[in-house]
């Protein structure tokens, strides 16, 4: 799985998606820090979705997973 790259969704630096970069997909700590600073302050609640029709079992979009936990 080694040698997938990903464009850094903070700055867009070409950057390795591995187990070798905790910080995937950002390219460093500051990029993904700041990202999740942006989403806790208002991205996503503006991005909040109504949650209740949760009648369908398909599976939740990537907003609602909390970053950085492994599953
Ligand atoms: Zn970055």
Redesign the pocket.
Known sequence: MAGIKVD?P??G?R?EFSAANPWRP???AR?KTNDLGAWASDSYVIAGAPLEDASSDAEPPPAARPAGRPS
Do not use: L
């Open positions: 850094c903070k700055c630096t950057t950002f390219c460093s990029c």
